[in-house]
């Protein structure tokens, strides 16, 4: 018996990893470095793009659920996670290389995974196979699945921050802290006054951007909205968003700046910082011009450049199944952000259901799904139930789970209460497919 997996990302190799956990062979086909997307760089597996982030880490938000579940039903991408971390006050966020070096060598370690180096072109006819490809899926194999589908794909456009060297930030005009407090000095702080803010405004709104091609619709994704068109949204707007300063009092004044960049650590040693909610399409010079505005980033230099790419994803209440499987290819299971589901943690956990869904599958094990109001089921039943009119890629939230018995509650109250019952109900699916890898293992098949 044996799964193919095409995609080596965070839900190819998750898919890989559950799947081989439960006595399956798993030939993971990996494209890099073959052939790279526009914004990949490193031959390593599960490599992070657009920020090194995996969002809060706190059962306020749904996101830091659906962490606390997959850590407990031994998810490959949270070890690597956990292992690699670096500070960023309340989120989860990583040393990139090293995050994607460590689930590379857990990978090639496994004896039940073989990584195969070469681009699928092709939807394969026959076999279990999880499509892995991610949003940034090559034409060939787009043009497969868009046959498949019978449909055009919906997308999006997702936009990549810059990167910045730590020791050419101006220590003296910007500051260390975390919001309010929270998580030490995690983050650096570059204050704006209103003059300054006005000033960067005006030079976003006249910047050059990178035009998309004729043939392609810019459609941006609300999570990942270039500063720029945030920008045009109004003059307020950044204030109010990424640039907020509330809670980041400026030490010399004791009262927070008028606006302010933050700037989270990017790689565990500390000598990379990503600017925090700064996705851009700007074209490179203005970038450097714009961004160099910026008190405290007048000398910055910049590792990485901002950069846009296009995000495609399927209809998934159209075209899947509540177990990931294409209603008109059912040996084909969908995982990660090509699903529709929008972040590295969703994506993650894609990858696990569709690994455990499909490894089961062929052992001739029934699964049923892990229960709605748990994270895993919640993100599920997005996918499958959502309506197919206006679908659109979504994060984890509360609004996906059902409301809790008993009345009316204050905001935070509720979330906390919906994390408890989940975590409270996950072992009820887990446990029995746990005791099975168990007797696997006890059978020498594991």
Not at 131 to 152: D, M, N, Q, R
Not at 395 to 415: H, Q, S, V, W
Request: hydrophobic share 40%; glycine share 8%; proline share 6%.
């Amino acid at each position: 018996m044996n799964i193919t997996i095409i995609g080596a990302g965070l839900a190819g190799c998750e898919a890989a990893w559950q799947a081989a956990s439960e006595g399956i062979h798993v030939q993971l086909v990996e494209m890099k470095p073959v052939n790279f997307s526009p914004a990949h760089q490193s031959a390593d597996l599960a490599e992070l793009v657009c920020s090194n982030s995996l969002r809060g880490s706190g059962m306020n938000n749904a996101v830091g659920c659906l962490k606390e579940e997959l850590r407990r039903c031994g998810s490959l991408i949270l070890e690597a996670a956990d292992a690699t971390r670096v500070p960023a006050g309340g989120a989860l966020a990583v040393d990139r290389d090293c995050f994607s070096r460590y689930v590379t060598e857990k990978i090639n370690s496994n004896p039940f995974i073989e990584l195969t180096r070469t681009e699928v072109t092709e939807l394969p006819a026959t076999g279990t196979t999880i499509l892995a490809s991610g949003p940034l899926t090559s034409e060939k194999l787009s043009a497969a699945l868009a046959h498949l589908t019978s449909s055009e794909h919906l997308y999006f456009y997702d936009a990549i921050a810059p990167i910045l060297e730590a020791d050419s930030i101006d220590t003296a005009i910007a500051w260390r802290a975390s919001r309010y407090g929270r998580g030490g000095d995690d983050y650096i702080n570059c204050p704006m006054s209103k003059e300054d803010y006005d000033a960067f405004v005006a030079a976003l709104l006249e910047a050059d951007k990178v035009p998309g091609r004729d043939f392609e619709r810019l459609t941006h994704f609300e999570g990942c909205m270039p500063i720029e068109e945030m920008a045009a949204r109004g003059h307020q707007t950044l204030a109010f968003g990424p640039m907020k300063p509330v809670g980041l009092p400026d030490p010399r004044t004791g009262r927070p700046p008028y606006a302010v960049v933050q700037l989270r650590q990017d790689n565990r040693h500390a000598t990379l910082y990503n600017m925090v909610g700064f996705q851009t399409r700007l074209t490179y010079p203005e970038q450097k011009r714009i961004f160099s505005m910026i008190p405290g980033l007048k000398e910055a230099r910049f590792a990485r450049l901002g950069s846009m790419h296009r995000n495609t994803f399927i209809n998934a209440p159209a075209c899947l199944n509540h177990t990931l499987q294409f209603h008109r290819a059912p040996h084909i299971y969908a995982a990660g952000q090509i699903t529709g589901v929008e972040g590295y943690v969703e994506s993650a956990a894609c990858g696990f259901l569709a690994g455990i869904f499909a490894a089961r599958h062929l052992r001739g094990k029934t699964t049923p799904l892990p229960p709605a109001e748990t994270a895993l089921g919640a993100l599920l039943n997005h996918l499958a139930g959502a309506e197919s009119d206006n679908f659109q890629p979504m994060n984890i939230n509360y609004g996906l789970f059902p409301p809790l018995d008993g009345g009316r509650r204050k905001r935070t109250e509720r979330r906390l209460a919906m994390a408890e019952r989940a975590l409270a109900l996950l072992p009820l699916w887990w446990h029995p497919v746990q005791a099975d890898r168990a007797a696997l293992v006890d059978k020498g098949h594991g």
